[in-house]
Structures are given as C-alpha cells and as structure tokens.
C-alpha cells in the first residue's frame, strides 16, 4: 500500500471527516470489495441492487434510456447485466451510491455536491474508457481513481472550512496556482490528501497512485515505465471533462495552454471520436440523476 506522503496537523483534521461521512451502504461496500479484487459475487450485488428499491429503479431507467439504444425494455437488474456488462453496470451504481451518500453531507457555503458529483462521475466515466482501449495496466481501477479523484477536496471542505475558504479567495484570483496554494496553507495537496483517503479505506495501490499524482502524471513513477500510466489517463480525462464545463469551478483551472490536445496526445488516433461518442452517451444517460 502507498505510503502517506504527508503528515501534518491539516491532513489529520480532514482525515477524520471520513470518520464522519455516513455509513456505506451493503451495496457499496461490496463494489469497494470489488475493486479490491476479493472474491465478490456479481450475481450477489445484482441482486443486493434489486433489493434497493430507489437505486434499482434508477439503474433500470438509466439503462432504458435511449442514450443507450438497447431494444425493448429492460425490467431486470439481471438483465442490465447481460446487455451492458458488469463494468458498466458497477460503475453507474457506485456512482449513484456515492452521490446519494454525498448528498446527505453538509457542506460549506460555496460548495456545489452536484458539481462535485457530476464532475467526479464523468471523470471516472471518461477514464474507464480510455483506460480500456489503451490496455492500461489495472484498467479496471480507472473508473474508481475517476470517481475519487478529488475526494480530498471535499475532505478540505468540511474538515478544514477556514483554509477552504481562504483557497477558494485566492484561486478566484488566480485559479492557475491553485497547487500552491495547496501546499501553502495545508502542507498538502488535494491529490495526495485524496489517495490518503483511499489508502484509509484499503483501496488497491494502483488506484491510490494514479489519483495522487492525477494532476502531475509526469512525477508517477510509473511514467518511466512501458506504457500509458493510469495517472496519464486520469489527467487527460479530468482536463476534457472540466473543458466540457464540469468542474468544481474556481478550483481547476480551465485556461491551461494545451489541454485541447491532452486527449490526442495518449495515441487513441481515428479511435478516439467513437470513445469520446460513446462517453457523452453513457454521462449522458446518467445525468439526470446527480
């Protein structure tokens, strides 16, 4: 497991908000088993989902949506699964979970959850299908690193509201140093204060890796090693999304010099129109629901 790279008194004020956030549901709890890759029944969590009655009926109408194309109705968690496989089906549950989680935390004046949710969600969703397509190693992370990419921001918010605050005026004034600002007031970034929270909660390593060094890929070890590391990924998939105008507003910077080639530049070529196509499909059809 990746060892803290902090330890200050701020990282340990907002870790303990962890402690605070509402329970796992049973459902969630076996999707983060999963990750995990412990021995998880996946007819288990189908029919754990069906007997949730809000998310089931929620899962069926993102399926039967016609962002999807699928024919005939679906009426069955089952069902969903034979059509659109188990990644995707985990993934828009452990979206919904989460987010209905989120939902019921307090935040302070200034905070967007549904921003925080949606960006989080196409995040994840948009670094699992590059992820896939590129053979990343431990693709199947790519989706959970998105998903909790900027969990330590919200830990900020809640744990640490005057140094939330405090970044929140200075990245208004100049959202480009955003990092520094990091670093000055906690002695941390949200990248590492997000991987430390995935470590607290036994998140496979790789995971933990690619989400703290998502917003300086160039750092992660693994960038000296073969291939597309998922720290890369996870970059150039939080950049398209905040360019799309999902962002967590003052905190991210939209302006920076070559993001509209940050895609391109992973190598997909004449693939990327049909990732990116059917990306705007499956955040489409989940939407609505954050």
Same mark, same amino acid.
């Given at each position: 497991?990746?060892?803290?790279?902090?330890?200050?008194?701020?990282?340990?004020?907002?870790?303990?908000?962890?402690?605070?956030?509402?329970?796992?549901?049973?459902?969630?709890?076996?999707?983060?088993?999963?990750?995990a890759q412990e021995d998880v029944s996946f007819a288990k969590i189908a029919e754990l989902i069906e007997k949730d009655t809000v998310l089931a009926g929620n899962i069926l109408r993102?399926?039967?949506?016609?962002?999807?194309?699928?024919?005939?109705?679906?009426?069955?968690?089952?069902?969903?699964?034979?059509?659109?496989?188990?990644?995707?089906?985990?993934?828009?549950?452990?979206s919904m979970s989460v987010a209905r989680m989120w939902k019921q935390v307090k935040t302070p004046s200034g905070w967007s959850m549904g921003n925080f949710n949606l960006h989080s969600a196409g995040v994840?969703?948009?670094?699992?299908?590059? #992820?896939?397509?590129?053979?990343? +190693?431990?693709?199947? %992370? @790519?989706f959970?690193?998105?998903?909790?990419?900027?969990?330590?921001?919200l830990l900020i918010a809640i744990g640490l509201p005057e140094?939330?605050?405090?970044?929140?005026?200075?990245c208004q004034q100049n959202e480009k140093w955003a990092f520094e600002?990091?670093?000055?007031?906690?002695?941390?970034?949200?990248?590492?204060?997000?991987?430390?929270?995935?470590?607290?909660?036994?998140?496979?390593?790789?995971?933990?890796?690619?989400?703290?060094?998502?917003?300086?890929p160039q750092l992660d070890p693994a960038a000296a090693e073969p291939g597309i590391p998922l720290s890369r990924i996870l970059y150039a998939a939080d950049r398209y999304v905040q360019r799309m105008g999902n962002s967590l507003s003052v905190f991210e910077d939209n302006?920076?010099?070559?993001d509209e080639n940050v895609l391109e530049s992973l190598g997909l070529g004449d693939r990327l129109p #049909?990732?990116?196509?059917?990306? +705007?499909?499956?955040? %489409? @059809?989940?939407?609505?629901y954050f």
């Amino acid at each position: 497991m990746t060892a803290p790279t902090t330890s200050s008194p701020a990282r340990d004020r907002a870790l303990r908000v962890l402690g605070e956030l509402p329970p796992f549901s049973p459902i969630l709890n076996r999707l983060i088993a999963s990750l995990a890759q412990e021995d998880v029944s996946f007819a288990k969590i189908a029919e754990l989902i069906e007997k949730d009655t809000v998310l089931a009926g929620n899962i069926l109408r993102v399926v039967n949506s016609a962002l999807y194309g699928l024919p005939g109705t679906i009426n069955s968690i089952r069902h969903a699964v034979s059509l659109l496989g188990i990644n995707k089906l985990r993934n828009a549950t452990l979206s919904m979970s989460v987010a209905r989680m989120w939902k019921q935390v307090k935040t302070p004046s200034g905070w967007s959850m549904g921003n925080f949710n949606l960006h989080s969600a196409g995040v994840g969703i948009l670094a699992d299908l590059l #992820a896939l397509r590129l053979g990343t +190693e431990y693709a199947e %992370g @790519a989706f959970a690193a998105g998903l909790f990419h900027d969990l330590g921001w919200l830990l900020i918010a809640i744990g640490l509201p005057e140094e939330f605050k405090q970044i929140s005026l200075l990245c208004q004034q100049n959202e480009k140093w955003a990092f520094e600002y990091e670093v000055q007031l906690l002695g941390m970034t949200h990248a590492d204060l997000s991987a430390d929270a995935l470590a607290s909660w036994n998140l496979p390593e790789p995971i933990q890796t690619a989400v703290r060094y998502h917003c300086t890929p160039q750092l992660d070890p693994a960038a000296a090693e073969p291939g597309i590391p998922l720290s890369r990924i996870l970059y150039a998939a939080d950049r398209y999304v905040q360019r799309m105008g999902n962002s967590l507003s003052v905190f991210e910077d939209n302006t920076a010099d070559g993001d509209e080639n940050v895609l391109e530049s992973l190598g997909l070529g004449d693939r990327l129109p #049909a990732v990116l196509t059917e990306f +705007e499909n499956e955040f %489409g @059809a989940i939407k609505p629901y954050f």
